[in-house]
């Protein structure tokens, strides 16, 4: 485990959700009539599930139709708009609402580009489609805020994503979503993981301990998903077939809170026979301000770093692991202390194997998954970047139309310390736009009483809502003229929100000898949904606006070849990380500490790379003159090991490699494939199995020894 008890916060997290569910409930009092919540069962997929495919004739469906129909998977037809006959044998429809009339699904696998991905999903909530699994990245954060308001007012239709890799039933022989077939087997552990590539770890781990996988359900990657931990785990926990669960979790919202809360409450409720839990949080040493690939792994306002959550989590009852490739033997020996007998969970998972005639381990893997046009193709490059965060100085340009219908003005004056803390950003549990507002600006009393007043997308804030967040403020005592100009300047935010497809604005306001609102431009974060303009070309006005000239050169340099690369800043970092999957890179440089070792960066290859992608991020590593050796981890899910081995071949033939020793750990998909390429490539190189083992290599190589 790792040391992290020093960190627990049970009294502040306490205080934190009073607060907090406060806020909620007049935002969440619909929910008795007209329920998302209940629609959490459709989660339920397996043999008799009838899935169709949006976008069906699409190249990428085509290839992900056919590999999961030969898994078993209960595929009934699909749409492609304007079109109407056969494809694959199967049905194919011109419009969702004749599908859903003649093919009567029970879920739908959107696999439309993600320019067109909200309004695909809109489509499948209005056609009542029990269950959406939305598999593409880069769609408009507002277009999910959109889809996220309409699905809080029905409860028929459940979504799965965005940018996830979908859900999967191995006992159930029902995949919906891109995961790389070879790593599952039939069983008895419920996952739910953030990240796609951790996931897929973890899912080897459990398999290779015997135990398999009941239902494993891909949250993604995003600042918004439809379905989250606690959604999960309400599944998990009545599901008979689940016997244990996983929680794969990173930094950046509040999702493993959440989950900390439920986890929590399930063990009073059910005592000893509560299923055993085991997590993960990867991002521990993520630096703070970053976002680390995913869209949604960055730190928030008010919101709780990786540590904090893991602490969380422990205190809750969870099992802590430091690596995804230790869950198998964790969960063995946690189900061996709930009393359940391990043996009988093992052979039945082997029989659910044998009698399907499938291995994971063993099976010809399947070819990888080509992903949607969202993340491949011509445009795949431009679209790494994440996010686009306006300085202080360039802010006051975009706000001021909106800052002129506040009254409120405008100083480039720090603010004193009595000043109040106000803005909009997105409250990622109740997937929608929030007022942030807290009475103090002061950093040791800002997380604890910052507080969230969630809002419909649609409609905006209502003036109840302002109201409360100004009482919280502790401004409804202020001179008439601040306190209008409060409620102007809070809902003139909102509106920009919206309009300009914000993530998050924010600053600190004071009142002055005048008795007005002051708004303080040195305090101002203006943050825009990168994917507004990548995947749409929205707000090109504002994409403008970015400076190029002030980001780090490898940075820049990695974004145009479709790699998501951060610099790290420590001093001591000696050793370069090259990662498929951030959640995996994250998760890479938090495992390495706990060996002794520094990364000097944050590389996420992409789940699609290249010979060609991995020799540039070795240029891009050997740029750092810190580095004294490379630490390439791979594991193969949608990336192929032969294909990462020849890559590492590539880099040492073509690239000067000055003398920097390299480590290479291949697990998954080919991965025998690829350790034998490096075993037998006569270079320098050293190829390992395990984490541990190489993680220790790489420390002792780093250090000279």
């Known amino acids: ?265 399930y063990r009073k409720r059910v005592g000893e026979k509560a299923k055993p839990i085991a997590a993960l949080v990867g991002g521990i040493h993520a630096p703070e301000g970053r976002i680390m690939g995913h869209a949604g792994a960055w730190k928030g306002a008010g919101e709780r770093t990786a540590r904090e959550k893991y602490g969380v989590l422990e205190e809750a009852g969870a099992t802590m692991v430091q690596h995804p490739e230790d869950f198998g033997g964790v969960m063995k020996t946690l189900l061996s202390q709930s009393g359940r007998d391990v043996k009988k969970i093992v052979g039945d998972a082997q029989r659910q194997q044998q009698k399907r005639g499938y291995h994971t381990m063993r099976r010809r893997p399947v070819a990888p998954v080509q992903l949607p046009a969202s993340r491949t193709g011509s445009n795949a490059f431009v679209q790494q970047r994440r996010g686009l965060l306006l300085g202080p100085d360039q802010a006051s340009a975009p706000l001021k139309p909106y800052l002129s219908q506040s009254g409120v003005s405008l100083s480039d004056s720090e603010p004193p310390k009595d000043a109040f803390h106000l803005g909009v950003t997105v409250d990622r549990t109740e997937r929608s736009p929030c007022l942030v507002v807290s009475p103090s600006t002061q950093p040791s009393q800002l997380p604890e009483r910052l507080r969230h007043f969630p809002y419909d997308w649609r409609e905006g804030p209502p003036d109840a809502t302002v109201q409360s967040a100004i009482a919280h403020m502790q401004l409804d005592a202020a001179p008439p003229a601040a306190l209008a100009q409060a409620t102007a300047l809070l809902q003139a935010l909102a509106k920009m929100y919206k309009e300009k497809e914000a993530v998050t604005l924010s600053g600190s306001v004071s009142i002055n000898d005048e008795g007005n609102l002051i708004l303080h ?44 690369f951060v610099k790290l800043s420590d001093p001591a970092a000696n050793i370069g990380t090259l990662v498929n999957g951030a959640g995996l890179a994250m998760n890479t440089i938090d495992a390495l500490r706990l060996h002794g070792g520094k990364a000097t960066n944050f590389l996420d290859t992409g789940g699609k790379a290249t010979s060609e992608t991995v020799k540039k991020s070795f240029e891009l590593i050997l740029q750092d003159e810190r580095v004294k050796v490379i630490f390439v981890n791979i594991f193969g899910g949608l990336t192929d090991g032969g294909m990462i081995a020849e890559g590492v071949l590539l880099a040492f033939r073509e690239v000067e490699m000055k003398g920097v020793p390299v480590v290479v750990r291949i697990r998954g998909t080919n991965e025998g494939k690829g350790q034998k390429i490096i075993a037998e490539s006569g270079l320098s190189l050293e190829a390992f199995d395990g984490f541990a083992e190489a993680a220790k290599r790489v420390v002792e190589l780093a250090n000279g020894r």
Request: with cysteine.
């Open 1 to 265: 485990m790792v040391p992290l008890r020093s960190n627990p916060a049970s009294l502040a997290l306490r205080s934190r959700n009073k607060v907090r569910n406060a806020s909620r409930r007049a935002f969440s009092s619909s929910r008795t009539q007209c329920s998302y919540d209940d629609t959490v069962q459709n989660l339920r997929i397996g043999k008799h599930t009838r899935v169709i495919y949006q976008g069906f004739t699409g190249r990428v469906a085509t290839g992900n139709a056919k590999d999961s129909l030969a898994y078993g998977t209960n595929i009934v037809g699909g749409v492609t708009p304007g079109k109407e006959g056969e494809h694959l044998g199967l049905p194919l429809l011109p419009n969702l609402r004749r599908a859903k009339e003649e093919l009567k699904p029970d879920a739908t696998a959107v696999f439309v580009a993600a320019p067109q991905c909200g309004k695909a999903i809109e489509e499948a909530i209005a056609a009542e489609i029990p269950l959406i699994v939305s598999v593409a990245e880069h769609i408009p954060l507002h277009d999910i805020m959109r889809v996220s308001s309409i699905l809080r007012t029905q409860s028929a239709s459940r979504l799965v994503g965005a940018n996830a890799p979908g859900i999967i039933s191995p006992i159930g022989s029902c995949r919906i979503g891109f995961q790389p077939l070879p790593t599952f087997a039939p069983g008895h552990i419920g996952i739910v993981a953030k990240s796609g590539t951790l996931s897929y770890e973890t899912v080897a781990s459990i398999t290779r301990s015997g135990l398999g996988q009941s239902l494993c359900i891909g949250m993604g990657g995003d600042i918004i998903a439809g379905t989250n931990m606690v959604d999960a785990l309400r599944v998990f926990e009545s599901d008979p077939e689940t016997e244990g669960i996983v929680l794969v979790g990173e930094v950046g919202g509040r999702a493993e809170e959440d989950a900390a809360e439920w986890i929590k409450e």
């Open 521 to 564: 431009q040195p305090t101002l974060t203006l943050q825009f949904d990168d994917a507004a303009y990548r995947s749409t070309k929205r707000q090109q006005d504002i994409h403008d606006l970015r400076r190029k000239t002030r980001e780090v050169p490898e940075e820049l340099e990695a974004e145009t070849h479709g790699i998501v």
